[in-house]
């Protein structure tokens, strides 16, 4: 199944990495992720391995790091584009890459149909599961990169 991927930017949008599995939030149409302040679009979530994620500019895609006021961009050929989600979303720094368009095209494998809600998700965790399970995720998505240390890790 192809989701598509769009940044709402100011790290409102979940993080994508080729060979994830985890929990995600879709929009109640299933074509596109979740994102942003309004949790109504959260109402879909679902257990699924993100297995490809492909741009019509930058190509193929490791993975989108949404950490902090820069996303990380990892390329298949090990680029790494950091691109502004503060003060001015999308503002690619120092690459030969231009991006007129931030769209991505998610190949994801549903697992499991949850029936649960973003809310209802949290609720099940106290404020150090939840961060117990937040330092796995960093975790997994550095192992997923072939990452010892990132930027983006806090």
């Known amino acids: ?15 994508i990495v080729v060979g994830d599995i985890d929990f995600f939030y879709l929009r109640k149409d299933n074509f596109y992720f979740a994102n942003g302040l309004d949790l109504k679009p ?19 895609i490791k993975g989108v790091i949404t950490i902090g006021l820069d996303y990380s961009i990892y390329l298949s050929d090990g680029t790494v584009i950091i691109v502004n989600a503060e003060e ?13 368009e931030w769209c991505f095209d998610v190949q994801i494998h549903i697992i499991e149909k949850t029936g649960l809600t973003l809310i209802e998700r949290n609720k099940m965790y106290n404020h150090n599961e939840r961060k117990e399970r937040w330092q796995e995720c960093i975790g997994r998505y550095k192992a997923l990169l072939g990452l010892s240390k990132a930027d983006w890790e806090k």
């Open 88 to 100: 001015n979303p999308g503002k690619i720094y120092n690459s030969q890459y231009v991006v007129s």
């Open 1 to 15: 199944m192809i989701v598509k991927w769009e940044p709402d930017w100011y790290e409102l949008d979940q993080c």
């Open 42 to 60: 959260y109402e879909c979530e679902v257990k699924a391995e993100i297995l490809k994620i492909t741009h019509p500019e930058l190509g193929e």
